[in-house]
Protein backbone atom coordinates (compact mmCIF):
# COMPACT_ATOMS: atom_id res chain seq x y z
CA UNK A 1 0.00 0.00 0.00
CA UNK A 2 1.02 3.09 -1.19
CA UNK A 3 1.24 6.56 1.05
CA UNK A 4 -0.34 9.86 -0.10
CA UNK A 5 3.47 11.16 -0.65
CA UNK A 6 4.26 7.87 -2.58
CA UNK A 7 1.25 8.31 -4.42
CA UNK A 8 1.89 12.27 -4.97
CA UNK A 9 5.82 11.60 -5.98
CA UNK A 10 4.87 8.96 -8.41
CA UNK A 11 2.34 10.46 -10.37
CA UNK A 12 4.87 13.94 -10.66
CA UNK A 13 7.93 11.68 -11.92
CA UNK A 14 4.84 10.25 -14.48
CA UNK A 15 4.04 13.41 -15.50
CA UNK A 16 7.95 14.78 -15.81
CA UNK A 17 8.59 11.50 -18.32
CA UNK A 18 5.69 11.89 -20.15
CA UNK A 19 6.97 14.83 -21.76
CA UNK A 20 10.11 13.70 -22.76
CA UNK A 21 10.39 11.64 -26.11
CA UNK A 22 12.79 8.04 -26.12
CA UNK A 23 15.99 8.27 -27.82
CA UNK A 24 18.21 5.28 -27.83
CA UNK A 25 22.02 5.46 -27.21
CA UNK A 26 23.28 4.29 -30.45
CA UNK A 27 26.63 3.76 -29.30
CA UNK A 28 25.74 2.94 -25.86
CA UNK A 29 24.23 -0.20 -27.28
CA UNK A 30 26.92 -0.99 -29.63
CA UNK A 31 29.23 -0.55 -26.60
CA UNK A 32 27.29 -2.92 -24.62
CA UNK A 33 26.54 -5.36 -27.33
CA UNK A 34 30.69 -5.63 -27.40
CA UNK A 35 31.26 -6.19 -24.18
CA UNK A 36 28.68 -8.93 -24.02
CA UNK A 37 30.19 -10.56 -27.36
CA UNK A 38 33.88 -10.65 -25.52
CA UNK A 39 32.16 -11.76 -21.92
CA UNK A 40 30.52 -14.31 -24.08
CA UNK A 41 33.89 -15.55 -25.52
CA UNK A 42 36.07 -15.25 -22.96
CA UNK A 43 33.89 -17.67 -20.76
CA UNK A 44 33.63 -20.00 -23.91
CA UNK A 45 36.95 -20.04 -23.67
CA UNK A 46 37.55 -21.22 -20.30
CA UNK A 47 34.86 -23.51 -20.72
CA UNK A 48 36.83 -24.82 -23.35
CA UNK A 49 40.13 -25.20 -21.58
CA UNK A 50 38.39 -26.40 -18.67
CA UNK A 51 37.31 -29.62 -20.90
CA UNK A 52 40.56 -29.97 -22.42
CA UNK A 53 42.19 -30.19 -19.30
CA UNK A 54 39.54 -32.64 -17.88
CA UNK A 55 40.47 -35.11 -21.01
CA UNK A 56 43.76 -34.94 -20.45
CA UNK A 57 43.85 -35.34 -16.62
CA UNK A 58 41.55 -38.44 -17.10
CA UNK A 59 43.87 -39.48 -20.46
CA UNK A 60 46.47 -40.07 -17.56
CA UNK A 61 44.86 -40.92 -15.40
CA UNK A 62 43.43 -44.23 -17.47
CA UNK A 63 46.79 -44.40 -19.08
CA UNK A 64 48.69 -45.01 -15.84
CA UNK A 65 45.58 -47.17 -14.57
CA UNK A 66 45.63 -49.46 -16.88
CA UNK A 67 48.44 -52.42 -16.42
CA UNK A 68 50.95 -52.85 -19.54
CA UNK A 69 51.34 -56.40 -20.87
CA UNK A 70 54.39 -58.29 -20.17
CA UNK A 71 57.78 -57.39 -21.89
CA UNK A 72 58.15 -58.80 -25.22
CA UNK A 73 61.68 -60.84 -25.64
CA UNK A 74 63.84 -59.66 -28.21
CA UNK A 75 65.97 -62.19 -30.34
CA UNK A 76 69.34 -61.45 -30.90
CA UNK A 77 70.54 -62.40 -34.84
CA UNK A 78 72.41 -65.56 -33.55
CA UNK A 79 68.96 -66.91 -31.96
CA UNK A 80 69.12 -66.31 -28.42
CA UNK A 81 66.91 -64.51 -26.12
CA UNK A 82 67.75 -61.48 -24.62
CA UNK A 83 65.22 -60.40 -21.72
CA UNK A 84 65.97 -57.55 -19.13
CA UNK A 85 65.75 -59.19 -16.15
CA UNK A 86 69.50 -61.18 -17.26
CA UNK A 87 71.36 -58.06 -17.56
CA UNK A 88 71.33 -58.87 -21.63
CA UNK A 89 70.24 -56.13 -24.14
CA UNK A 90 70.45 -56.01 -27.60
CA UNK A 91 74.03 -53.81 -27.78
CA UNK A 92 75.59 -56.88 -25.78
CA UNK A 93 74.47 -59.40 -28.18
CA UNK A 94 76.83 -61.33 -30.44
CA UNK A 95 77.01 -60.10 -33.96
CA UNK A 96 75.47 -62.03 -36.84
CA UNK A 97 78.90 -63.37 -37.43
CA UNK A 98 79.31 -64.56 -33.96
CA UNK A 99 81.60 -61.85 -32.85
CA UNK A 100 80.34 -59.09 -30.31
CA UNK A 101 79.10 -55.49 -30.80
CA UNK A 102 81.49 -52.60 -30.38
CA UNK A 103 79.56 -49.17 -29.68
Not at 37 to 59: F, K, N, P, W, Y
Not at 68 to 86: W, Y
Not at 88 to 97: I, L, Q, T, Y
Request: net charge positive; no cysteine.
Amino acid sequence: MNSPTEQRLGAAFRDLVADQPFTPDVPAIERRARQARRRDRIVRGGIGAGVVAVAAVAAVGVASAVPSGPAKQSISPNGHALSAENGDSPAAAPGPRGGHRVE
